[in-house]
């Protein structure tokens, strides 16, 4: 967010660790997600629009590739046509995709663990 300066995002980031990068090093490790990538994380689901600008899909894309790195069983996916906050409206097309991205992943999950009728 600070590096890539994208609708104010650098300033979003200051008011958020009250400073830069360099003045507070250690506030901007504690809020990377990339600080706690390690073996035996949860799986977990990564979703972006294919136009957001603030959080990019080549960063989540290489985000993802990094948990897998690591062993998390990752999955993710681009949305087309979808910016940063794409499941804002109910409704939409990317909206309801999301939520079956979301229903499928949490639907994988549980297909060993449920018992059967």
């Known amino acids: 967010m600070w590096k890539d300066n994208v609708s104010g995002s650098r300033e979003a980031a200051e008011l958020f660790t009250g400073g830069t990068p360099d003045q507070y090093p250690e ?3 504690e809020v990377s997600p990339t600080t706690d990538i390690r073996k035996g994380l949860q799986r977990t ?3 972006v629009g294919d ?3 603030s959080a990019r899909p080549e960063t989540i894309k290489g985000f993802a590739a990094s948990l897998r790195a690591d ?3 990752t999955t993710f996916k681009e949305l087309p ?6 499941d ?3 409704g939409s097309l990317t909206s309801q995709t999301s939520r079956q991205i979301l229903l499928d992943f949490l639907t994988k999950g549980n297909l060993q ?3 059967s009728l």
């Open 88 to 90: 804002d409206a109910y």
């Open 71 to 73: 062993g998390v069983d």
């Open 27 to 29: 506030r901007y490790r």
């Open 113 to 115: 663990t449920r018992p």
């Open 45 to 47: 689901l990564l979703v």
């Open 51 to 53: 136009r957001d600008r």
């Open 81 to 86: 046509f979808a910016e940063h906050a794409f």
